[in-house]
T-cell receptor, first 115, second 110 residues
Framework: SAVISQKPSRDICQRGTSLTIQCQVDSQVTMMFWYRQQPGQSLTLIATANQGSEATYESGFVIDKFPISRPNLTFSTLTVSNMSPEDSSIYLC????????????FGSGTRLTVV | RKEVEQDPGPFNVPEGATVAFNCTYSNSASQSFFWYRQDCRKEPKLLMSVYSSGNEDGRFTAQLNRASQYISLLIRDSKLSDSATYLCVVNINNFNKFYFGSGTKLNVKP
């Protein structure tokens, strides 16, 4: 199935700064999904990134806070802007598993701590 | 009401035991169902998709009950390595919309 390389794996950031997370997929995919997993909780979809169009954001998430780029079919970035401690979370990207596997695969996640 | 609900556990079982988890979903228009496994401080990994007819993969069996709106995961002959959190995932009527349960924690003891 598709393999995702996500980086950074972790970071500690000062409040008010921004962090850009990258996901590189080893195959071309139409949609890439960005999730957040807050401590002790399950995953929440932030947005869906399609190549060549604006990302679609879920309720509670806005482009100014979480700008997304999708320059081609194998790559996407999520930026967490003007960070506050409440943004401390794990951020994950996801794509269709592909190759006959029905389901979705995840990047290894970015563990963000905002101090 | 949450879209997807799971018993958080933990389920503490001895090696070799059979254990079952259920997951209920609230939207009858749900179309696709998955079980994921998440180890501590790791990303979720797809365990199996759940088909209407039910499906089995080795020691793991998944079932879907549309009438009662739940899916189940049965693990036979539990191994220590099965210890993890099991996430139920439901796709509701829209290709992009996936809802994750909060997970059921399984601890398999020697």
């Amino acid at each position: 199935s598709a393999v995702i390389s996500q980086k950074p794996s972790r970071d500690i950031c000062q409040r008010g700064t921004s962090l850009t997370i990258q996901c590189q997929v080893d195959s071309q995919v139409t949609m890439m999904f960005w999730y957040r997993q807050q401590p002790g909780q399950s995953l929440t979809l932030i947005a869906t990134a399609n190549q060549g169009s604006e990302a679609t954001y879920e309720s509670g998430f806005v482009i100014d806070k979480f700008p997304i780029s999708r320059p081609n079919l194998t790559f996407s970035t999520l930026t967490v802007s003007n960070m506050s401690p409440e943004d401390s979370s794990i951020y994950l990207c996801s794509v269709e598993a592909g190759e006959g596997v029905y389901g979705y695969t995840f990047g290894s996640g970015t563990r963000l701590t905002v101090v | 009401r949450k879209e997807v609900e799971q018993d958080p556990g933990p389920f503490n079982v001895p090696e070799g035991a059979t254990v079952a988890f259920n997951c209920t979903y609230s939207n009858s228009a749900s179309q696709s169902f998955f079980w994921y496994r998440q180890d501590c401080r790791k990303e979720p990994k797809l365990l199996m998709s759940v088909y209407s007819s039910g499906n089995e993969d080795g020691r793991f069996t998944a079932q879907l009950n549309r009438a009662s709106q739940y899916i189940s995961l049965l693990i036979r002959d539990s191994k220590l390595s099965d210890s993890a959190t099991y996430l139920c995932v439901v796709n509701i009527n829209n290709f992009n919309k996936f809802y994750f349960g909060s997970g059921t924690k399984l601890n398999v003891k020697p």
